[in-house]
């Protein structure tokens, strides 16, 4: 892989504290942009303007992007907390870049990790899962379709030690249910009834984690879950046995590493999906599925020159290819373009201690857009792609 300098095309950064999957850090630096760069497989230079959220300090912990009050226009949910019960905020866009903020959340101040949006009932539309670490009820809220929220009902144990959720239909039943990541103790699957009772059940052998995936691994209709290893052990990948089960589990990673970032995307356009990763003191690596949920060794494209906080996969620049972005900690966040056969060029943005990347079209246009949860003041950074001369 090479190195370029990064110019992204539309950021949002939110201000957080420490570390996860996708989330928190320290805005040290953010620019508008650079005057000169090297060009990379994106064709391109990204330079960005950048739009305050909110004026105060807190200790953001995630970034999530989806048409909240029914005007067509993406909304933003600041999600705060991690260890420290903060209030996590909405801001409602208008199509145009500007955002203002929503009506305050019943959810108030709690050890929120992360908070997925999806329609958890099949009412048409998008509602929040928290993920909330102990002792806070891990929550459901309800959206009426124009942006308020209300407790719709609650999942797993106030006890877990819980950080990442991820969200999707695990049953075939047609109705998301939620993979929880808890650190330090079994993570678990909630199978979701359509009407907010959850049925939560323990991954056998599962390890600490604080970042999970669901997709479908093995092309077989269901989805399975993934989770990388926090504390110094196996990563895995769970297969699903179409009714909910996951009887068959799959190491992918090294045996004894400890990862915060993952990413799944089919990296090397086999129509396999495959997961990228960074392990703290190993780098960051490609595996590639073969189809049947076996993975390689790993090809690596960045060695450990900083602790990574949060990834996500997304095609930034139209070519069919997902990019992966990589928040660190004390170091510029970058964008890895995939120039194919896992070739990638590097871009960095100057923006410190990543603890979240979320990556959506901002403006209902073809701009791709990446939501970013750091420790500082909460921004939006807007921008557009620019040819190299």
Sequence with gaps: MKRALVYGTLILVACAAAGLVVSHADLLAAQKGRSQG?????????????VPLE??????????????NGDGFPDIVLVKGRHWQVTSLIFFGDGKGHFTPGPPLPSKATKSYSGSLTDMTKSGHLDMVLSNDQP??????RNDGKGNFSVGGTYGDPHWPTRNAAVGDLNGDGYPDIAVANRGTASYVCLN?????FDCRPLENSPSAATVAIADMDADG?????????????????????????????????????????????????????????HE??????????????FGSGIQFQ???ALPYSMIAADL?????????VGYVNAPGVIYFNGGAISMAAQEQNIRRFHSVTGRDRFMEWRRGISTATAGRTSWWRGQTRPVL
């Design 38 to 50: 090297e060009s990379s497989q994106s064709g391109g230079l990204r330079s960005f303007e950048i």
């Design 55 to 68: 004026t105060v300090s807190e200790t953001s912990s995630n970034a999530s992007i989806g048409d909240l």
């Design 136 to 141: 806070d009820s891990k929550l459901v809220l």
């Design 193 to 197: 009834d359509g009407k907010l009772h």
């Design 222 to 278: 269901a989805n399975d879950v993934i989770y990388a290893c926090r504390d110094s052990c196996q990563s895995l990948a769970y297969f699903n046995d179409r009714k909910g089960g996951f009887p068959r589990r799959v190491p992918w990673g090294p045996p004894n590493s400890s990862t915060r970032a993952m990413a799944v995307a089919d990296f090397d356009g086999d129509g396999h999906l495959d997961i990228a990763a960074c």
């Design 281 to 294: 003191t190993l780098g960051c690596f490609v595996y590639l599925n073969d189809g049947k949920g076996h």
């Design 303 to 305: 060695t450990p020159e």
């Design 317 to 325: 620049n139209r070519d069919r290819r997902p990019e992966i972005i």
